[in-house]
């Protein structure tokens, strides 16, 4: 068993609260499409191709919504106030489920300008539900946020980006005199029966990942056989992701599971002081990526304000900080990442990937029936 070390400790991954917005969800598939949106309000975000300096004087407070492992430089939110001329107020109503289910209700009466968090495997329901105005920055990163783009969508700017992975504990192989697995379906063989820790599609954000992971691999028709042989397999299916590293983890927490999901940037962060290598490692053929976006909110009351903070999220120095701030990739390409990064935090060549629209369409089935399969 290997030694605990520092981990990537990706808040926003730990234990995303996702239950609440999956029961809005279901709700809403049985009871049919949900209202619209209200109407735009005559503050309310202009036309795609507009600037902040094309509508609006910069002045006042301008309020981001994001969740709570939100993280910024002091420094550097202080420059950008005071270029600006505006004051950053921040409210996170939760983990990134509660983050989508807010924006949702309050769409109406929005709870700020500018939201960010929102990733790729409900960005398509927060969009469909009219949360956000039209903005297409022209920030120097913007060519690059493009590439992630939701088709169709000119509201949503991705801001980072990361592989949701299995990760397993090195060191336990190796002093077991074992093959470790690499490959989804090796998580079902009999040599790793009881070896793995997941946390749920309903109740965290890696989870739902790895889920869509699944019906990428194996096909609407084929995940749920799939699952059924995780579960015969005694795969552990926790609430979150920090009680599946920190708990159930060999590395994490001193658990006996020595396979967990995780991400791609987790094992530079298992390096023990004064060693040269991770304990730990990706299995990047079983790698799901997931984007975060940030986008103006319909009826923000400063939508000028609410732009020029999305330009910031994409300004290079915004944009340097991500790896170390928040342990995900940012999407300039003209970022350095740390050396450490570059030699034991590869990406996955070819990711698991699924249509938006096929996740749109396919999510609240696919969560009942992966609920069904694990709670037996």
Not at 323 to 338: D, I, N, Q, R, T
Request: charged share 15%; glycine share 10%; with cysteine.
């Amino acid at each position: 068993m290997s030694t605990t070390t520092t981990p990537s400790a990706r808040g926003r991954a730990a234990g995303t609260a996702l239950a609440v917005t999956v029961a809005l969800a279901l709700a809403a598939c049985a009871a049919g499409p949900a209202p619209g949106p209200t109407g735009e309000s005559p503050s309310a975000a202009p036309s795609a191709s507009t600037s902040p300096s094309d509508t609006a004087p910069l002045a006042g407070t301008v309020t981001l919504v994001t969740h709570d492992s939100f993280a910024v430089d002091e420094a550097l939110l202080a420059e950008f106030e005071a270029r600006t001329g505006l004051t950053v107020e921040q409210v996170a109503p939760g983990d990134g489920g509660a983050l989508v289910n807010q924006l949702i209700l309050t769409k109406a009466n929005p709870l700020g300008d500018v939201a960010y968090g929102v990733d790729n495997t409900f960005a398509s329901r927060a969009v469909a539900e009219g949360v956000f105005a039209p903005y297409t920055s022209a920030a120097p990163a913007a060519a690059d946020a493009a590439a992630f783009a939701l088709p169709g969508d000119d509201t949503l700017t991705a801001i980072d980006y990361s592989d949701v992975c299995l990760n397993i504990d090195d060191g336990f192989f190796a002093d077991a005199g074992l093959t470790p697995p690499t490959t989804l379906e090796d998580l079902a063989d009999g040599d790793y029966a009881g070896q793995a820790v997941v946390p749920g599609a309903t109740t965290s954000s890696p989870g739902l990942a790895f889920l869509l992971a699944t019906v990428a691999k194996f096909g609407e028709d084929g995940w749920q056989d799939y699952w059924r042989s995780l579960v015969a397999n005694d795969v552990k299916v926790v609430p979150g992701w920090s009680d599946a590293y920190y708990t159930d983890f060999t590395v994490g927490g001193g658990g006996d599971r020595p396979i967990v999901l995780s991400y791609a940037s987790s094992p530079p962060f298992t390096v023990p002081e004064g060693g040269d290598e991770p304990t730990t490692s990706a299995l990047l053929d079983t790698c799901f990526r997931q984007v975060e976006y940030a986008g103006v909110l319909a009826g923000a009351k400063n939508p000028a304000g609410a732009q020029a903070l999305v330009d910031f999220l994409l300004s290079e120095e915004f944009q340097a900080g991500i790896p170390e701030s928040m342990y995900v990739y940012p999407v300039s390409s003209a970022v350095e990442l740390p050396a450490e990064w570059v030699q034991w935090a590869p990406l996955a060549d070819a990711p698991l990937a699924l249509d938006p629209a096929a996740i749109a369409e396919g999510r609240d089935a696919w969560l009942r029936e992966w609920a069904e399969i694990v709670t037996g």
